[in-house]
T-cell receptor
Framework: AQKITQTQPGMFVQEKEAVTLDCTYD???????LFWYKQPSSGEMIFLIY??????QNATEGRYSLNFQKARKSANLVISASQLGDSAMYFCAMREGHRDGLTFGKGTHLIIQP | DAGITQSPRHKVTETGTPVTLRCHQTENHRYMYWYRQDPGHGLRLIHY???????DKGEVSDGYSVSRSKTEDFLLTLESATSSQTSVYFCAIMTANYGYTFGSGTRLTVV
């Protein structure tokens, strides 16, 4: 079974609209972390936001927020007021062990249209 | 910002030749990781290291070996490169508070 599932291979959104990128995860650990990364066409991996499994509040970073629903094992990324520069691949990822690397989803290709 | 550099940035090599990719960090972080990125697969963990001479396998370790003789350097070796190892390779480090910072990537083409 996939540990991280991103069900939207591609999305087209109008500029200035809000965007929700879906992510569901599968783990039996009580302690874990969820991450979102942005990868523009230039290829670098840019950290956006982090949510710990014990965090009671949803994480927010500027225009990014993470809609964390623990019981449903979902960690959707919300981008408010989308901009043309938000066009990129977006990856959801999870860390389980304290030293283990991240497990990534397959990504969502977001295209913001003017 | 954590200093992490990968070299080379691009490489073309022939099938059957050995290839070594280097990841260098400047801030003495303990944990380092190698990933490969392929279309339709996201990033997949190849190997990781939790200290000098301490390494472990990830999800897609077959055909790869790693070494870490110094804290700052984590080397990924393809002993005998195959076309299926054509990919973009990313190194990452775990920074404070369990964050991860990625290098700029190495685009490897095996012909």
């Amino acid at each position: 079974a996939q540990k991280i599932t991103q069900t939207q291979p591609g999305m087209f959104v109008q500029e200035k609209e809000a965007v929700t990128l879906d992510c569901t995860y599968d783990t039996s650990d009580q302690s874990y972390g969820l991450f979102w990364y942005k990868q523009p066409s230039s290829g670098e991996m840019i950290f956006l936001i982090y949510q710990g499994s014990y965090d009671e509040q949803n994480a927010t970073e500027g225009r990014y927020s993470l809609n964390f629903q623990k019981a449903r094992k979902s960690a959707n990324l919300v981008i408010s007021a989308s901009q043309l520069g938000d066009s990129a691949m977006y990856f959801c990822a999870m860390r389980e062990g304290h030293r283990d690397g991240l497990t990534f989803g397959k990504g969502t290709h977001l295209i913001i249209q003017p | 910002d954590a200093g992490i550099t990968q070299s080379p940035r691009h490489k073309v090599t022939e099938t059957g030749t050995p290839v070594t990719l280097r990841c260098h960090q400047t801030e003495n972080h303990r944990y380092m990781y190698w990933y490969r990125q392929d279309p339709g697969h996201g990033l997949r963990l190849i190997h990781y290291s939790y200290g000098v001479k301490d390494t472990d396998k990830g999800e897609v370790s077959d055909g790869y070996s790693v070494s870490r003789s110094k804290t700052e350097d984590f080397l990924l070796t393809l002993e005998s490169a195959t076309s299926s190892q054509t990919s973009v390779y990313f190194c990452a480090i775990m920074t404070a508070n369990y964050g991860y910072t990625f290098g700029s990537g190495t685009r490897l083409t095996v012909v």
